[in-house]
């Protein structure tokens, strides 16, 4: 009986190390992101420090000014619709704060993200092949006609249909969502990309 006791402690004990290592691993390599794009666009980091002797790891965040906005770029604490789903949240100011408009790929986790557009009409752009693909809700159909040009519908169709992404506009803030963190060159990269893209965009809605 001892040996088997002492077996399990031993067993429990590799366990809880392996995925010790592995939580601190996958955080390393998230601030590792995080650091390169704080850096790339001048930005502020905070780096919370881990809990529960390194087993709680909470989410870097960056923030600060970009192009003459205010950008921040977060995980927030409870998941989409606080489910389990984590999503990181990009948010640049806007100074139109009329404007309300929500982005997301068609489809059952588009529908899903919907359930918060506070009643806003489905719009649709008349292009068939967008219009297929994201669903927009607003009610400011008549200025979006003016304001999306084909090349920003394709630029939109393709990134919030490949990577599960949102787009909000309203309250003075235009919000990009996207399921999963910046654990990756490729996604930091993508990101990157969007701050250019929502810095655009807002220059176009403010003109």
């Known amino acids: ?14 366990v809880a190390a392996i995925f010790w290592l592995i939580l601190r691993s996958a955080s390393e390599k998230i601030i590792a992101q995080y650091r ?17 002797l390194g087993f709680v790891r909470n989410e870097p965040a960056a923030f600060g000014s970009y192009r003459g906005r205010e950008l921040s770029l977060s995980v927030p604490g409870k998941g989409l619709q606080n489910t389990r789903q984590i999503e990181t949240v990009l948010k640049i100011e ?19 993200k919907q359930r918060d557009s506070g009643g806003m009409k489905r719009w649709k752009s008349g292009h068939s092949t967008f ?4 669903d927009v809700r607003s009610d400011h159909g008549d200025r979006l006609i003016k304001l999306l040009d084909q090349e920003t519908l394709t630029w939109l169709e393709s990134t919030l249909k490949t990577n599960k992404g949102s787009l909000y506009i309203g309250n003075g803030a235009l919000v990009y969502t996207e399921l ?12 990157t990309q969007v701050v250019e893209f929502l810095c655009d965009l807002a220059e176009t809605v403010e003109a």
């Open 36 to 52: 390169i794009f704080g850096e790339e666009l001048n930005l502020d980091l905070d780096i919370p420090e881990s809990k529960l």
């Open 94 to 112: 806007l100074k139109d704060k009329k404007l309300r408009a929500q982005f997301t790929a068609a489809g059952l986790i588009g529908r899903f």
């Open 180 to 191: 999963g963190l910046i654990s990756n060159e490729a996604t930091r990269q993508r990101f």
């Open 1 to 14: 009986m001892g040996t088997e006791i002492a077996f399990v402690i031993a067993l429990t004990v590799a």
């Open 131 to 134: 219009d297929q693909a994201i």
